[in-house]
């Protein structure tokens, strides 16, 4: 039974450009019991750089252990992500299926194994017979295309109710660069997991060191920076490759100027997929920023806006409407950063409610209660005791959130 | 709008015999808007010792602030709480009432302002009239007893939908000594906050310093082994009474043998009020225990035991009655303990699903399935590299959480 698109949805797929040196294709390869798109393979040309950032669970599922590897080299030539099936916690069985993948893969694009990436997300403990993937990608492989992202970013889908894709421009040195990505997020089926994929691609010439720090950066503004139900996969992993087909002088270093551009439009592109991504969170009715200042450091503010983010009891309320600070300020105090009661202000949809640890004189509910019934919550905290900040979006949680994860079963 | 009880509740309330020097009192303050008990007093016999654990919360309220305070010096003669209003974000005016209410309670029994103790549990953020709770303290101390048990659990009840109590006994050096316990858990109506409190009584003649270490180990197998949403209030509070007056020659050191029966049923006792929140968790309609064995160390056996018991993606699953193991796998991961995907053990009611990383040669879900329709759940995973162990246990999520969070509004 597929789910309603989300009511957050954006209108439509975005228009996503060409990017030279890149060819994609998305096809059913027989792991979604549906026959829907569930294999994406991407063609890179030679010279691509890679970069990435992995799930931190200590359970981490067997392509994300050799992505790992294979970003040690940062070079890539092709990218195979299947859906469906997350070939995770599969023992030996599940590693012989990465191998055969990948040899599959290098063999196809005559390159080395350690230029394949590969990700899987779906069905845990089931094991993919070891040739499986590995015997669809001649057939697919002919279908790569430049074009080809709408089926890209189906193919990558779980849950997903709508696919996920954008796209900027930017320049480089005085020359036209373009970032494109897609990604998906944490729809769920029992016994699937919440797993979040993005891959990004880009004709910019960076090298991989470079193109990790600024992937590394950028990825903690923004898909570390959103949460649905505070759940860690197995298999998290965003991925960035740069062809380097732009046409402007290669940059080496992270911290050369003319990458400002380019660092701006990565961080607003993957701030743009993790909205997505909670725009999709499950059964969400509501898209909440949650903005805090004053905090001890960055780290801090991110840390605390996420607790606030991953808070139960702050969630429900916003499912409800309800204009409940003092589950904020619970939420405050039990994030572990610094903070004092006395001098902590809050604030829905621009109206002040507390200051210096007691509600504002005069407090009119009336307006906040109106900002709580609309689509788009704005909370803001400011803790009064340093220059730190950082910004969170998260998404209410609903009885769909418990439809979706306790009444369902595939 | 009263909630229905839970149907994991305990069938009635225990019988709890009376206490030497401990005579307790409930009544009605005004509080609570629907005029039911509000207000705990207990008055305690000269040369009780006093212990306690308080919330870790940074954002931690007045009353939790003066408990601090008066734990330093360790001696108790008066208890006083209220539910109805927390008296938490209340700033200076908060401070002002606590200090009359401490300052009513310290003429009224002739003790010294440190041998007060306060709790207070309810909305949060409206300041309570400061001589409001001490003008009530005289009339109730005239209805202090022995036996008024019932009443003191119920006065401490929030939406908890049943009182809270146990009793055990042990011999110390040959002399019978009772602990009595009340508590009261999670259960909140918006903007209240989920405040677990509990008061335990002893005659039992143990010094402060090594009360507070019973009581401190105690309470990390109980009441920090539980979790209903993973938030923590600002206002919790669990603290022991000993009025020494049991007949045994006192105890002044936490190592004492004599000690081993004591420290048994006081564990015990935390437990049995622990499960009983549990069981009162908002929307609860299973209670699950979680064993984790084979850790690294006590302590991370509780942190990924916690974990698991936190995860809205297995507690769906739970609510579910879905044997969603992979969702275990996740939690085990994110945990951020030490895990080796390929030793990881899991079994649900007893029967092993997972062995070596993989699941089990022929593994049959039927008997499992029919353990997931059970009301009491029981979740075993073993780590395979260490002797760590710890139970914790926790309630499924359900619709009821939803409707008790969201939608209902005081």
């Given at each position: 039974m597929p789910l309603p698109i989300s009511p957050l949805a954006p209108a439509r797929f975005p228009d996503l450009p060409p990017i030279a040196g890149v060819r994609v294709a998305g096809a059913a390869c027989g792991l979604k019991r549906n026959g829907s798109h569930d294999l994406f393979l991407a063609a890179l040309d030679p010279g691509t750089a890679a970069a990435g950032v992995l799930t931190r669970s200590l359970c981490s599922s067997a392509p994300v252990d050799w992505c790992r590897h294979a970003l040690a080299r940062g070079r890539a030539r092709a990218v195979v992500v299947n859906s469906g099936n997350a070939n995770a916690f599969t023992g030996k069985a599940g590693d012989t299926t990465v191998e055969r993948t990948i040899a599959g893969a290098a063999e196809l694009f005559d390159c080395a194994a350690e230029e394949v990436y590969i990700a899987s997300t779906g069905v845990i403990g089931v094991p993919v017979p070891p040739d499986h993937i590995a015997g669809k990608l001649p057939a697919l492989s002919k279908s790569l295309a430049a074009g080809s992202w709408p089926d890209a970013a189906a193919a990558i889908m779980t849950t997903d109710t709508f696919p996920k894709g954008a796209t900027r421009t930017c320049t480089i040195d005085g020359v036209r660069v373009t970032l494109n990505g897609i990604a998906k997020g944490?729809?769920?089926?029992?016994?699937d997991m919440a797993t979040m994929l993005s891959f990004i691609f880009t004709d910019a010439a960076i090298a991989a060191p470079a193109l990790q720090k600024l992937m590394s950066a950028a990825t903690d503004r923004s898909f570390n920076a959103?949460?649905?139900?505070g759940d860690t996969s197995t298999s998290d992993t965003a991925l960035i490759f740069a062809t380097g087909r732009a046409g402007h002088e290669p940059i080496a270093d992270h911290r050369d100027r003319r990458l400002g551009g380019f660092r701006k439009v990565l961080e607003d592109l993957l701030v743009d997929l993790a909205q997505q991504i909670v725009r999709d969170?499950?059964?969400?009715r509501k898209f909440v920023s949650i903005t805090v200042t004053g905090a001890a450091s960055a780290r801090a503010a991110r840390r605390i806006g996420l607790t606030i983010g991953n808070s139960p009891l702050v969630k429900t309320a916003i499912a409800g409407e309800d204009a409940n600070w003092g589950r904020i300020v619970m939420a405050v105090g039990k994030a572990g950063e610094k903070a004092d009661r006395d001098k902590l202000s809050i604030a829905i949809g621009g109206v002040t409610i507390t200051e210096n640890g007691q509600i504002v004189?005069?407090?009119?509910e009336t307006p906040v209660a109106a900002h709580m019934k609309g689509q788009d919550i704005d909370i803001q905290v400011d803790l009064?005791?340093?220059r730190g900040r950082a910004t969170v979006w998260t998404c209410d949680l609903t009885h769909g959130y418990i439809d979706i994860n306790a009444d369902y079963r595939s």
């Amino acid at each position: 039974m597929p789910l309603p698109i989300s009511p957050l949805a954006p209108a439509r797929f975005p228009d996503l450009p060409p990017i030279a040196g890149v060819r994609v294709a998305g096809a059913a390869c027989g792991l979604k019991r549906n026959g829907s798109h569930d294999l994406f393979l991407a063609a890179l040309d030679p010279g691509t750089a890679a970069a990435g950032v992995l799930t931190r669970s200590l359970c981490s599922s067997a392509p994300v252990d050799w992505c790992r590897h294979a970003l040690a080299r940062g070079r890539a030539r092709a990218v195979v992500v299947n859906s469906g099936n997350a070939n995770a916690f599969t023992g030996k069985a599940g590693d012989t299926t990465v191998e055969r993948t990948i040899a599959g893969a290098a063999e196809l694009f005559d390159c080395a194994a350690e230029e394949v990436y590969i990700a899987s997300t779906g069905v845990i403990g089931v094991p993919v017979p070891p040739d499986h993937i590995a015997g669809k990608l001649p057939a697919l492989s002919k279908s790569l295309a430049a074009g080809s992202w709408p089926d890209a970013a189906a193919a990558i889908m779980t849950t997903d109710t709508f696919p996920k894709g954008a796209t900027r421009t930017c320049t480089i040195d005085g020359v036209r660069v373009t970032l494109n990505g897609i990604a998906k997020g944490s729809g769920m089926i029992a016994p699937d997991m919440a797993t979040m994929l993005s891959f990004i691609f880009t004709d910019a010439a960076i090298a991989a060191p470079a193109l990790q720090k600024l992937m590394s950066a950028a990825t903690d503004r923004s898909f570390n920076a959103i949460t649905v139900d505070g759940d860690t996969s197995t298999s998290d992993t965003a991925l960035i490759f740069a062809t380097g087909r732009a046409g402007h002088e290669p940059i080496a270093d992270h911290r050369d100027r003319r990458l400002g551009g380019f660092r701006k439009v990565l961080e607003d592109l993957l701030v743009d997929l993790a909205q997505q991504i909670v725009r999709d969170g499950e059964g969400a009715r509501k898209f909440v920023s949650i903005t805090v200042t004053g905090a001890a450091s960055a780290r801090a503010a991110r840390r605390i806006g996420l607790t606030i983010g991953n808070s139960p009891l702050v969630k429900t309320a916003i499912a409800g409407e309800d204009a409940n600070w003092g589950r904020i300020v619970m939420a405050v105090g039990k994030a572990g950063e610094k903070a004092d009661r006395d001098k902590l202000s809050i604030a829905i949809g621009g109206v002040t409610i507390t200051e210096n640890g007691q509600i504002v004189p005069g407090y009119d509910e009336t307006p906040v209660a109106a900002h709580m019934k609309g689509q788009d919550i704005d909370i803001q905290v400011d803790l009064g005791i340093g220059r730190g900040r950082a910004t969170v979006w998260t998404c209410d949680l609903t009885h769909g959130y418990i439809d979706i994860n306790a009444d369902y079963r595939s």
